[in-house]
């Protein structure tokens, strides 16, 4: 069954990735591009808020409280109102996140976790695909583990495979990185050889003569 097998590979290798990105980077990465296409209104009175409560304050600091201070307590009326509409708006996108956070934790989870042990135990009896009759010899009764048939590789130690093969291709991939990284920092680095010092200029020792 290719499909089944890349069902299950596919599952593996999502899971593996949300374990090297991680599960709370990409949620706030979900959770920016769901309120930017689903609800963009919110974080775009949000911004909106922030760059004219700015504004405002660098007016109210520039405005004196003595000389000025009808214009003085204006200003600080609508800094007030502004931060106090921010307050409000900003609770209202953290409650949204919170609602956000438990439904995307819930398809995590079953994406994750359930997905791949529902599929398993669902196909325990179907043969992902057959090996060559012979190659592993008394070993075939393992890749059937633990009720698929004999000489078929079953969908829990597929998934096994697939498992060691992302992680071990993760390692390689890993290591390669370092090495090219390396290397290419040495090239660029420059040659740290001695520059030769020439001698001092200056009139030599006179010898003294000999006597004869």
């Given at each position: 069954m290719p499909s089944l097998a890349l069902t299950i590979f596919l599952l593996v290798l999502f899971t593996q990735i949300i374990s090297w990105v991680g599960q709370s980077v990409l949620e706030d990465c979900v959770f920016a591009?769901?309120?930017?296409?689903?609800?963009?209104?919110?974080?775009?009175?949000?911004a909106q808020l922030r760059k004219e409560v700015f504004a405002d304050k660098q007016d109210l600091l520039r405005t004196s409280a003595q000389d000025e201070f009808a214009k003085w307590a204006k200003l600080r009326r609508k800094v007030d109102k502004g931060l106090s509409e921010l307050e409000k708006l900003n609770a209202a996108i953290s409650s949204?996140?919170?609602?956000?956070?438990?439904?995307?934790?819930?398809?995590?989870?079953?994406?994750?976790?359930?997905?791949?042990?529902?599929?398993?135990?669902?196909?325990r009896r179907e043969a992902v695909f057959y090996l060559p009759p012979g190659l592993l010899g008394p070993l075939e009764w393992w890749m059937s583990?633990?009720?698929?048939?004999?000489?078929?590789?079953?969908?829990?130690?597929?998934?096994?495979?697939?498992?060691?093969?992302v992680k071990t291709a993760a390692g390689l991939g890993r290591e390669l990185f370092v090495v090219v990284t390396q290397r290419t920092a040495g090239m660029a680095m420059p040659g740290s050889g001695k520059i030769p010092v020439p001698a001092?200029?200056?009139?030599?020792?006179?010898?003294?003569?000999?006597?004869?």
């Open positions: 591009l769901y309120i930017r296409l689903i609800s963009p209104e919110p974080s775009k009175r949000q949204q996140k919170s609602a956000f956070s438990l439904r995307f934790k819930v398809i995590l989870w079953l994406l994750t976790s359930a997905a791949p042990y529902i599929l398993t135990f669902y196909y583990f633990p009720w698929a048939p004999k000489g078929s590789v079953s969908c829990a130690m597929w998934q096994f495979a697939c498992r060691r093969a001092a200029a200056g009139p030599k020792p006179e010898g003294k003569e000999k006597t004869q």
